[in-house]
């Protein structure tokens, strides 16, 4: 990573013409200009004449289509026929400051993702009707222009960022033609007829647009790009079991590492996993929660900074996200030192019942909400017959009184988000029926608050959720993280097996 050599000069040129110039300008001992985010001391004349050939043609002319091209061609096809005649405006969105001229590591907006199976930032997707449909174009930044210095002066030349695809290599990938996106936002605005975009992405993609969009008939865009997604394709199935696996791998990576987490902190286990979700996918699809003791009650623990010890339980939510952003959830709850108390047992025991009841529940036909309320009616069961609550079991449901310890909704939509499809109309998704195809978790939990008076003691610190990837199938579902064990005594020999 190049630092600037000083900051004395408050005129830095922003282009790498004006970096041409003020080199040109440059005699002797006088000052000279900075790179923005580099260090350049000057450029001379004859330098910049000397960057602009000796580099060989690197276009690559055997490429195939991306796995997903049929896929993406289709998902086009179904975005084209429901809005026949209007412009569709899809964004990748751009890169986010992190300080100066360092970014967040950028992650594409999944409409963009999902439409073009293309992850760049700056990317734009256009769909223009023609005739009956629309043609598609994709709008990227081109190679760097070697003539002009850009590709070794710009913040975004190839030689700071890395070698992009030409916009012919991009069109033989992804299958769609492929445009200079610097001349896209002029056309925008000059462009006549109803058009729709997905905001949040790309403010300037939307400044273009302001006077020819409203927020109505762009969200119906959105909500329809979120609903699409509730039925995942094969080869989004495929990449959900792949994200899986390497999951599953992550998880007994965790295991193995035990007792380095517990000589350090909760810090090894996320740092852990972590590793497998670089080495083998793209990411982790979110905050990796490593929650030991305590922690494990505190829903979306992340700071992940605390002990792990030796008769906690550790509760381990994480996922690995592909590259192609597909992404697991899945949580096991652990005991750190390979063994189960009494009473550690008896809560992990219901929450595994509410949970063998959920998974049952996720059948073609049922109503989403069945799998919630068969892992909800489990928990409530337990929670009277421990006294904890008083019965009966259809009064505490009635009243929602379990949800002091069961916290959460039992799951969710999981896909390219973790939290998929969530601008579906709670017709179609919340109050909708499943359908073969789609994939959800089912993750019921029991928390006993560290501070919460009324369980006794020992119960107090103790959280346990199983979270598992379900896939409804034409005649029943399938487990894709069936994987990693579930049951207590099978959890313990697992963890046995790997810690040899
Ligand atoms: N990992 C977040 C969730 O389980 O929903
Ligand atoms: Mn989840
Ligand atoms: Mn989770």
Redesign the pocket.
């Given at each position: 990573m190049a630092e600037e050599l000083t900051q004395e000069n408050p005129e830095i040129p922003e282009t790498p013409e004006a970096v041409l110039e003020d080199a040109a300008d440059a005699d002797g001992d006088e000052p000279v200009k900075q790179r923005k985010n580099g260090l350049y001391p000057g450029v001379s004349d004859e330098l910049a004449e000397n960057m602009k050939s000796g580099w060989a043609d690197t276009e690559l002319h055997d490429l195939e289509p991306i796995a997903q091209a049929a896929e993406t061609a289709a998902r086009r096809a179904a975005l084209s026929a429901r809005f026949p005649g209007e412009r569709l405006v899809i964004p990748a969105g751009n890169l986010k400051t992190r300080s100066n001229d360092t970014e967040y590591s950028f992650r594409a907006s999944v409409e963009y993702a999902y439409l073009t199976g293309n992850q760049t930032e700056d990317g734009v997707l256009v769909l223009e009707p023609k005739g009956d449909g629309h043609t598609a174009t994709i709008y990227l930044l081109p190679r760097s222009d070697r003539e002009n210095g850009e590709f070794w002066l710009s913040g975004q030349g190839e030689l700071w960022v890395g070698r992009r695809h030409s916009l012919t290599e991009a069109g033989k990938l992804y299958g769609i033609p492929a445009s200079d996106v610097r001349e896209l936002a002029a056309n925008l605005r000059e462009a006549t007829g109803p058009v729709r975009v997905v905001r949040g992405h790309d403010a300037g993609i939307e400044a273009a647009l302001t006077d020819k969009v409203t927020a109505e008939r762009d969200e119906e865009l959105r909500v329809f790009l979120s609903e699409a997604r509730l039925v995942k394709d094969e080869f989004e199935i495929g990449e959900l079991q792949k994200a899986v696996d390497s999951t599953v791998r992550g998880f007994e990576d965790v295991v193995k590492v035990l007792d380095k987490a517990e000589a350090t902190s909760e810090r090894y286990i996320e740092g852990t996993f972590f590793l497998r979700a670089r080495v083998e996918g793209n990411d982790v699809g979110?905050g990796s929660?490593c929650a030991a003791g305590p922690h494990a009650c505190t829903l979306h623990w992340v700071r992940n900074d605390g002990p792990v010890r030796s008769g906690d339980l550790l509760l381990l939510?994480a996922g690995v996200e592909t590259h192609t952003y597909y992404t697991a959830?899945v949580?096991r709850t652990l005991p750190v030192n390979g063994r189960y108390s009494e009473l550690q047992k008896k809560i992990y025991d219901a929450v595994y019942d509410a949970q063998e009841a959920g998974i049952a529940a996720v059948q073609p036909g049922a109503k989403y909400r069945d799998f919630h309320d068969a892992s909800q009616r489990v928990l409530a069961a337990r929670l009277v017959e421990w006294g904890l609550v008083e019965g009966p079991v259809e009064r505490v449901l009635e009243l929602g009184l379990q949800r002091r310890w069961t916290l959460h909704g039992t799951g969710?939509m999981l896909g390219m988000d973790?939290?998929d499809c969530a601008a579906a109309r709670v017709e179609t998704y919340v109050d909708g029926t499943l359908e073969p195809g789609m994939v959800l978790?089912v993750?019921p939990g029991l928390y006993f608050q560290a501070d919460d008076l009324t369980v006794p003691e020992e119960y107090r610190g103790i959280g346990v959720r199983i979270?598992d990837d379900i896939l409804v199938t034409a005649d029943g579902n399938r487990n894709l993280s069936a994987g990693l064990p579930r049951r207590s005594d099978e959890v313990e020999e697992w963890m046995a097996a790997l810690k040899g």
């Open positions: 979110y929660i939510d959830d949580t969710h973790v939290h978790t993750e979270e």
